[in-house]
């Protein structure tokens, strides 16, 4: 019925399935912010075909990810499953929630650093202003006490 309906509102469907494979082989995610527009269309368009769950659809999908991440992504499975990347029995969900708690601590580690940075900063600017406080204070002592 499904088949029929799909049919009679969009034409043959192998048609779609070989437009699928395009979209799929030219697919990439330049910036770690467009990961989610990826993962989406990634998704809808994979799981239309009959071999979505081939580990070469896997690995595709994780490689055209941000380079770097993509790299931190591999080395976390290669961690875990001594040296290997185990495309054939890693599922799209474990591939996605290893992204998700991968993208959180890098930006966690963006905003530590940036915390780091401007406290830096303030403390610098805190301990030059005493510093200099200090030394007007123990220059005019001396310059009284000569008088």
Same mark, same amino acid.
């Given at each position: 019925?499904?088949?029929?309906?799909?049919?009679y509102?969009?034409?043959?469907?192998?048609?779609?399935?070989d437009?699928?494979?395009?979209?799929?082989?030219?697919?990439?995610c330049?910036?770690?912010q467009d990961?989610?527009w990826?993962?989406?269309?990634?998704?809808?368009?994979?799981?239309?075909?009959?071999?979505?769950?081939?580990?070469?659809? $896997?690995? %595709?999908?994780i490689?055209?990810?941000? =380079? /770097?991440?993509a790299?931190? &992504?591999? !080395?976390?499975?290669?961690? $875990?499953h %001594?040296?290997?990347?185990p495309?054939? =029995? /890693?599922?799209?969900g474990? &591939?996605? !929630?290893?992204i998700?708690?991968?993208?959180?601590?890098?930006?966690?580690?963006?905003?530590?650093?940036r915390?780091i940075k401007?406290?830096?900063?303030?403390y610098?600017?805190?301990?030059?202003?005493?510093?200099i406080?200090f030394?007007?204070?123990?220059?005019?002592?001396?310059s009284?006490?000569?008088?």
């Amino acid at each position: 019925l499904i088949y029929n309906i799909v049919k009679y509102f969009v034409g043959d469907p192998t048609y779609l399935k070989d437009r699928t494979i395009d979209q799929l082989s030219n697919l990439r995610c330049r910036k770690l912010q467009d990961v989610r527009w990826y993962k989406d269309t990634f998704m809808t368009k994979v799981l239309t075909r009959e071999d979505a769950n081939q580990p070469y659809w $896997k690995e %595709k999908f994780i490689t055209d990810l941000p =380079t /770097l991440f993509a790299e931190k &992504i591999k !080395s976390k499975y290669r961690e $875990k499953h %001594k040296g290997v990347v185990p495309y054939e =029995t /890693l599922t799209y969900g474990d &591939i996605i !929630s290893t992204i998700t708690k991968t993208g959180l601590e890098i930006c966690n580690d963006i905003k530590m650093s940036r915390q780091i940075k401007r406290d830096s900063k303030f403390y610098k600017k805190y301990y030059r202003s005493n510093i200099i406080l200090f030394s007007f204070r123990i220059f005019f002592k001396k310059s009284i006490s000569f008088s």
